[in-house]
């Protein structure tokens, strides 16, 4: 079965620290890859996106993501972590031929002042 | 910019009744989805369309339906509320073809007693 995992539901870090959070899947063919944040009652924002190309792609907020084919992983990483990332992480993945997503359960990043 | 709009920030309905939730967007989206989110599940997919009137079922489409008269407008019908169905529900849409993002709602919190 098609799916997507974040081992972590939760990550720790401190203010200006770096920051990782983990994601990796299990899809066919090749997909496409998304991140979204979540602050609390509100919907999902898009972050970044890998479709083709460059492994290491950047997004909003100071976030990147590195693409990694062999580990079927796409971690989510910041150089110098902000109190105001704190919020929840969710990772998902486009399979091939369809426009429907599987997302991963999430991790929530806090982050200490 | 793109935008999901859901009629209800909260909800509370009794066991039993038929509930309406709504979504609208803006930008001619030809994809809408309805997802519900739950605590350590994440995010998953009730019901999706791609066009006027045609639907998919998702991963959980037991005791919903959905209904698409117009492009904009997307809607998710409990049919017989249930206490199980107590949880946060989103709505998105995105531009076919999978590559652009899903934009979300701010989601609607739905308790049913």
């Known amino acids: 079965a098609q799916s997507v995992a974040q081992p972590e539901d939760q990550v720790n870090v401190a203010e200006g620290n770096p920051l990782t959070v983990k994601c990796t899947y299990s899809?066919?063919?090749?997909?496409?890859l998304f991140w979204y944040v979540q602050y609390p009652n509100r919907g999902l924002q898009f972050l970044l996106k890998y479709i083709t190309g460059d492994n290491l792609v950047k997004g909003s907020y100071g976030f990147e993501a590195e693409f990694n084919k062999s580990q079927t992983s796409f971690h989510l990483k910041k150089p110098s972590a902000l109190v105001s990332d704190s919020a929840l992480y969710f990772c998902?993945?486009?399979?091939?031929?369809?426009?429907?997503?599987?997302f991963g359960t999430g991790t929530r990043l806090q982050v200490f002042p | 910019d793109v935008k999901v709009t859901q009629s209800s920030r909260y909800l509370v309905k009794r066991t039993g009744e038929k509930v309406f939730l709504e979504c609208v967007q803006d930008?001619?989206?030809?994809?809408m989805f309805w997802y519900r989110q739950d605590p350590g599940l994440g995010l998953r997919l009730i019901y999706f369309?791609?066009?006027?009137?045609?639907?998919e079922k998702g991963d959980i489409p037991e005791g919903y339906s959905v209904s698409r008269e117009k492009k904009e407008r997307f809607s998710l019908i409990l049919e017989s509320a249930s206490t199980n169905q107590t949880s946060m529900y989103l709505c998105?849409?995105?531009?076919?073809?999978?590559?652009?993002?899903?934009?979300f709602g701010d989601g609607t919190r739905l308790s049913i007693l």
């Open positions: 899809v066919s063919g090749n997909p496409y």
């Open positions: 369309s791609y066009d006027v009137k045609m639907k």
């Open positions: 930008m001619d989206h030809e994809n």
């Open positions: 998902a993945v486009r399979p091939d031929n369809t426009d429907k997503l599987i």
């Open positions: 998105a849409s995105s531009p076919i073809g999978g590559m652009q993002p899903q934009h």
